[in-house]
């Protein structure tokens, strides 16, 4: 089978191609911004085609022949409207669907993607999916929990601070799964049947996590204390704009932080064994968290 894959250089992309070529038996389409950030070993004989998802021709071209494609809309701290950047990159992607025939698309949604208001950020997730249902029957939506990764965001704070600092309260529990094993199902369903409507799938992690126990852990494993700190909005956005976000993105994350708090943005769907994921968030700290705070 022919698979394209977006983003094989972003935390779910990249162990997903490196799931399918160690499997094996497929011929693989890397679609990627920056070809050179692509190692020998992360290729391994698949076809690379540079390209940007913002770029309606590139996505046609890259999806030419292919039976499968995995679609994931990249994050971007930049653009003037959230919503409207995640629209235009689905529309790009549903139109290549579309105009190669491709047979199963899986689509990286997110938790609260069936929310049509309040949510920030997924709002353009919730669109996308409705964007390829129309496209195509052949979908597989991805509907992922709060990922282990985003602490990766507070490891500044971790180093110099002992802690992590969120508009959040420590007492917030959430379902969090790594982005392995997000891949893990990925690799799993991509090469599986096409379905013949367009079926979610809900990833719930292993566990429920709060807020303060995620802090625990990480000091328990690095060996010193890390506290989660929660501050006010005004705060967080303050700090986003400083690292380059927009005045809208930054506002859409305080939307969907909000909604979080206030119990709103959870999944419809219940965990179940199929939900549930095996890597913990000690093993997160483990093996991603605790070497990059070395480095
Ligand atoms: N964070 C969460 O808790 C959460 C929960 C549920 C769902 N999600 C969704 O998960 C997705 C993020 O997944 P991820 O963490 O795997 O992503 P990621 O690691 O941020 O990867 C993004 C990759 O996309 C590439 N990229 C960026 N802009 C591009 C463009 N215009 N064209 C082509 N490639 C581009 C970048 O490649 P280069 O820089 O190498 O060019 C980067 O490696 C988002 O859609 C997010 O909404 C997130």
């Known amino acids: 089978m022919k698979i394209a894959i977006t983003t094989p250089t972003g935390n779910i992309g990249r162990e997903l191609t490196k799931r399918l070529l160690d499997r094996g038996g497929h011929e693989l389409i890397l679609l990627a911004r920056s070809p050179d950030k692509l190692t020998r070993e992360q290729v391994r004989g698949a076809k690379v085609v540079k390209g940007d998802l913002g770029d309606a021709a590139s996505v046609k071209k890259a999806t030419q022949g292919a039976d499968a494609l995995f679609f994931l809309c990249p994050p971007s701290f930049s653009v003037p409207d959230y919503r409207a950047y995640y629209v235009g990159l689905a529309k ?12 199963h698309t899986v689509l990286l949604s997110s938790v609260g993607a069936h ?25 597989t939506i991805l509907r992922p929990a709060w990922f282990m990764e985003n602490h990766l965001w507070h490891l ?3 180093k110099n601070m002992n802690s992590i600092f969120m508009p959040l309260s ?34 719930h992690g292993p566990k429920d996590y ?7 852990i990480i000091s328990r494993v ?9 501050v006010p909005p005004a705060k967080a956005k303050e700090a986003m704009i400083g690292m380059g976000a927009s005045e809208n993105v930054a506002d859409t ?7 979080f708090q206030a119990g709103t943005l959870k999944d419809e769907a219940k965990r179940s064994p199929e ?6 968030f000690e093993t997160f700290v483990k093996n991603v968290l605790a070497p990059r705070l070395k480095s």
């Open 275 to 280: 939900t549930t994921t095996p890597t913990t």
């Open 253 to 259: 994350i305080l939307e969907m932080y909000a909604a």
């Open 156 to 158: 500044d704070e971790i």
């Open 222 to 230: 690095i060996g010193k204390e890390v506290k989660h700190v929660q």
């Open 115 to 139: 929310l049509s208001q309040g949510t920030g950020p997924i709002l353009g997730l919730h669109d996308a999916e409705k964007i390829f249902s129309q496209a195509t029957k052949g979908l």
């Open 92 to 103: 790009n992607g549903a139109e290549a669907v579309k105009a190669n025939k491709v047979k």
């Open 210 to 216: 709060s807020l303060d126990e995620c802090a625990r």
């Open 170 to 203: 420590g007492d917030l529990t959430a379902p969090m799964i790594a982005t392995v094993d997000i891949a893990d199902r990925a690799a799993r369903v991509i090469t599986g049947p096409a379905p013949s409507r367009p079926t979610i799938v809900p990833l």
